[in-house]
């Protein structure tokens, strides 16, 4: 079992930043995989980003790309999302999932594990 802790939403203006952070604990941490996923209300758990176990791969959701940046911490057992130039489509609960899988996935179904999320609110 792996236990998944997010950490780092809030209510921010447009254009501001926040970083997310997801706390693992449970089993070796480098031995995942991690994906950011989000929903907002009424809609479907969509994609953001994932990093791949050494963080050698990244990939991101098209619409992320140039603003959030994923990145882990392996001696911390923290995976992050630095999250820049926010808009408020970009209102969602933000979940972090991990997953046993080789390198990356942006299918949900995939990983094992997910937290409980954190809010991320973004005002116009």
């Known amino acids: 079992q792996v236990q998944l802790l997010e950490s780092g939403g809030g209510l921010v203006q447009a254009g501001a930043s926040l970083r997310l952070s997801c706390a693992a604990s449970?089993?070796?941490?480098?031995?995942?995989?991690m994906g950011w996923f989000r929903q907002a209300p009424g809609k479907e758990r969509e994609f953001v980003g994932c990093?791949?176990?050494?963080?050698?791969?990244?990939k991101y959701e098209d619409s992320v790309k140039g603003r959030f940046t994923i990145s882990r911490d392996n001696a911390k057992n923290t995976v992050y999302l630095q999250m820049n130039s926010l808009k408020p489509e970009d209102t969602a609960v933000y979940y972090c999932?991990?997953?046993?899988?080789?390198?990356?996935?942006?299918?949900?179904?995939?990983?094992?594990?997910w937290g409980q999320g954190t809010q991320v609110t973004v005002s116009s």
């Open positions: 999932a991990a997953g046993t899988f080789a390198i990356v996935s942006q299918r949900a179904e995939r990983y094992d594990y």
């Open positions: 449970g089993r070796t941490f480098s031995n995942y995989a």
């Open positions: 990093i791949s176990r050494s963080a050698g791969t990244v």
